[in-house]
């Protein structure tokens, strides 16, 4: 390879790396992502700790995966309508995603529900992921934060609901814990 063929190597490979202007803006990409990476990870510590099936990885990858989905168009300098768009992509799609987690069994009158939560905290993860995406750490704490006493205390200050939902086959959600 001749000086003009390596510059032209180097150059069509500076091009194709270039979608990074600024040290600001790597930085910012890299908080960002950083941010929904650790988010999901507590949220999926918290599931796999009380044995879910959903855990670290999935929550940590369903977070990551929201906030590069918006961020993405961001850097590309889409639209509010685009962008809008691609919520409500992410959104439907994060929906059957969740809807392959719940499981109904059982005999007409003793049917259970399986995974209602799983579902419900991957969905909001999901949204987590988005809110982190866009730059707005501080919803994405304060949902995280909200979550995990929806997780950890809500199960231990209403057991009456868990035996109204005993009562009450159609409603049952053995991932309630």
């Known amino acids: 390879m001749n000086l003009h063929e390596a510059s032209s190597v180097s150059q069509a490979l500076l091009a194709e790396f270039s979608d990074v202007h600024d040290l600001g803006q790597l930085v910012r990409i890299l908080l960002r992502m950083v941010l929904a990476l650790a988010l999901g990870c507590a949220l999926g510590y918290e599931r796999e700790s009380h044995g879910k099936a959903a855990g670290v990885r999935t929550h940590m990858l369903v977070a990551m995966g929201s906030a590069l989905f918006v961020l993405l168009p961001e850097q590309l300098g889409v639209s509010a309508a685009d962008l809008s768009r691609v919520v409500q992509g992410l959104v439907a799609g994060v929906g059957f995603l969740c809807a392959g987690t719940i499981l109904k069994s059982g005999a007409s009158g003793a049917e259970q529900v399986h995974g209602l939560t799983t579902a419900a905290g991957l969905w909001l993860?999901?949204?987590?992921?988005?809110?982190?995406?866009?730059?707005?750490?501080?919803?994405?704490?304060?949902?995280?934060?909200?979550?995990?006493?929806?997780?950890?205390?809500?199960?231990?200050?209403?057991p009456a609901s868990e035996q109204d939902k005993a009562a009450r086959p159609e409603w049952r959600d053995t991932d309630s814990g």
């Open 125 to 158: 993860t999901a949204a987590i992921g988005m809110a982190c995406g866009m730059g707005l750490g501080v919803t994405a704490l304060i949902a995280t934060a909200l979550a995990m006493v929806v997780f950890a205390l809500v199960p231990r200050f209403n």
